[in-house]
C-alpha cells in the first residue's frame, strides 16, 4: 500500500508573472535552499509554472509568456553559477521536463512579439543568460520560422556581431556555430560552411578547421 499525496497549486500574488516574481524573490531569500532535503517544495513549484505558462502559449497570451518564460529560465540558468537557490547541481536535468520544448516556445513567442533588431537583442540576452546550456530549439525556431526578408537581417545580424567575437567570449560562440548551421542546414552551402570553419575555428580553440567540422558534425 503506497500513500499518494496530491499537491494542490494556487496562485498568491494574483497574476502568474507577480506569483513567479515573488517565487524567485523567496527562493534568492533562501526559501528553498537544499531543496531536495525538503520535499523538493521548490521544483514542485517550477514545474507547476511551466505547466501554467503553457496553457497560456495554447491560448496565444504569447506576452505573459514572454515575461514568465524569461523569469524562470534566468533563475535556472542562474543556478549554481551566479546563485545557490536549491541546491541541485544541475536544476534543469532535475526537472526532468523537456527544455527543448519549452525554449522552442519562448523563442516563437518572440518571434510574435518583436521586430527582427529586438529579436536579436533577446537572443543576445540569450545567449548571456544561458552559460554552458545549448538548446537545439533557439536557432531552429529562428531558422524555422522568420519568413525569408526577416531572416536575411537577423543573418546579417549575426555576421556584424561575429566580428566582434573573441576566444574569451564563450557565450557569444553559438553565434558562430550558428551561422555554420544556417550554411549547412538551412542554406545547404558546403563551400560557405567550409569557409566559416576556416574563418572560426580559431575562435573556437581549433588549431585545425578539420577538427571543428568532425566536432560539429559528431554533435550537431
Known amino acids: 500500500m503506497k500513500i499518494i499525496k496530491k499537491y494542490d497549486y494556487k496562485l498568491t500574488e494574483g497574476s502568474l508573472d507577480k506569483d ?31 505547466k501554467l505558462i503553457q496553457k497560456e502559449f495554447d ?22 553559477y551566479k546563485y545557490s537557490c536549491f541546491g541541485y547541481e544541475d536544476i534543469i536535468a532535475r526537472t526532468k521536463l523537456d527544455f527543448e520544448k519549452i525554449i522552442q516556445n519562448y523563442f516563437l513567442c518572440l518571434i510574435v512579439l518583436h521586430n527582427v533588431e529586438d529579436l536579436f537583442n533577446e537572443y543576445l ?30 543573418k546579417n545580424m549575426l555576421l556584424l556581431e561575429s566580428k566582434n567575437i573573441k576566444e574569451k567570449d564563450y557565450f557569444m560562440h553559438d553565434i558562430l556555430t550558428f551561422l555554420m548551421d544556417i550554411a549547412k542546414k538551412k542554406e545547404k552551402n558546403e563551400n560557405e560552411f567550409i569557409e566559416l570553419a576556416k574563418k572560426f575555428a580559431p575562435i573556437l580553440g581549433y588549431d585545425d578547421f578539420k577538427e571543428l567540422i568532425k566536432d560539429y558534425e559528431e554533435d550537431r
Not at 61 to 78: H, P, Q, R
Not at 131 to 149: C, G, R, S, V
Open 20 to 50: 513567479i516574481e515573488q517565487f524567485i524573490l523567496e527562493a534568492r531569500k533562501g526559501a528553498y535552499t537544499w531543496d531536495y532535503k525538503h520535499g523538493m517544495e521548490g521544483l514542485r513549484i517550477i514545474k507547476q509554472y511551466f
Open 59 to 80: 491560448e496565444k497570451n504569447f506576452e505573459i509568456c514572454k515575461v514568465c518564460y524569461k523569469k524562470l529560465l534566468s533563475l535556472l540558468f542562474e543556478e549554481g
Open 125 to 154: 540576452e540569450y545567449l548571456k543568460a544561458k552559460q554552458e546550456y545549448y538548446f537545439e530549439a533557439a536557432e531552429k525556431t529562428i531558422m524555422d520560422t522568420l519568413n525569408a526578408e526577416d531572416f536575411a537581417k537577423f
